[in-house]
């Protein structure tokens, strides 16, 4: 089994600045794509930015510029820097991994348990 743990989420002012972490554990063979998504209220989970295991990132037109995602492939881990943060901004994050498991020739989706940003204006 592969476990998440997202942490960095909170409270912040609008053009604020937070880091969410997400560290992956358990029994890993090797991690592909990892993502951050995004749930606001009353709206359906979305997909915010990826990268790919050799560091190709793709964001969406809501938070280019403003977001960057980061992965340590050798501490299993990947963060999100959320810079010039706005209300709109607001739900919470949730990680994904892309987890390829060589043994059993899968690939399987693991989602962390979300993590809680609040930005107030």
């Known amino acids: 089994q592969v476990q998440l743990v997202e942490s960095g989420g909170g409270l912040v002012q609008a053009g604020g600045s937070l880091r969410l972490s997400c560290v992956v554990s358990?029994?890993?063979?090797?991690?592909?794509?990892m993502a951050w998504y995004r749930q606001a209220p009353g709206k359906q989970r979305e997909l915010i930015a990826d990268?790919?295991?050799?560091?190709?990132?793709t964001y969406a037109d809501s938070v280019k510029g403003r977001f960057t995602i980061s992965r340590d492939n050798a501490k299993n881990t990947v963060h999100l820097q959320m810079n010039s943060l706005k209300t709109e901004d607001t739900g919470v994050y949730y990680c994904r991994v892309d987890h390829w498991d060589g043994v059993a020739g899968t690939s399987t989706d693991y989602w962390g348990q979300g993590t809680q940003v609040t930005v107030s204006s």
């Open positions: 990268v790919t295991r050799g560091g190709t990132t």
């Open positions: 358990g029994s890993i063979f090797s991690i592909n794509a």
